[in-house]
């Protein structure tokens, strides 16, 4: 769990994304794909080059650096933030947000993904993430907040770029949710 033990984003979700029907022998190697990718990303931008990269995911680092050579010059000390985790305590919800990068008066909130489709799902979480962020900074003017899906791909494409849009009704969505998981104690059934 978390060290406040609130619901994470992720399994507030989860009941409704279909994942808990993907068989095990499937999800479990994509979870440790993600992971791995996850931490050379975040070691890329701490400005460690990943030594040894498996050759399954070479084409995500590919893909990576394709984003990176383009935003490089926006990545800079001061301006950004990785792997953030957030506490609400209003909602006591928790997220982890990949990547928080600011430019200029805009608040980029992005996620990794790895994944090989695009799930409608994400914008909900990407959205739940930047509730989360805003409730930090004490505001819920989401003009500045730009949620960003990074779809990694793995033959080292560039990966495709998600903007999420309707942050306020994904928000709303995401809340509903959230009801529901509590009110049906999904958590313990589970």
Known sequence: MNEKNYLRVTEILKPFTGVEFVPEFILQPAAERGTAVHKMVEGKLKGFEPVDVPENLLGYMQSFDHFFGEWEDKFEDGNLDIEKRLYNDKYEIT????????????????????????????????????????????????????????????????????????????????????????????????
């Open 95 to 190: 997220g982890m947000i990949d990547c928080v990068l600011k430019i200029n008066d805009r608040i980029h909130i992005i996620d990794w993904k790895t994944s090989s489709s695009v799930y409608h799902h994400w914008d909900v979480q990407l959205s739940a993430y930047s509730l989360l962020y805003l409730l930090e900074l004490g505001e819920l003017n989401n003009e500045n907040i730009i949620p960003l899906i990074v779809k990694l791909d793995k033959n080292g494409k560039p990966p495709k770029i998600l903007e999420v849009s309707n942050i306020e009704e994904n928000i709303d969505i995401f809340l509903k949710c959230l009801d529901l998981y509590r009110y049906f104690k999904m958590g313990a059934t589970r």
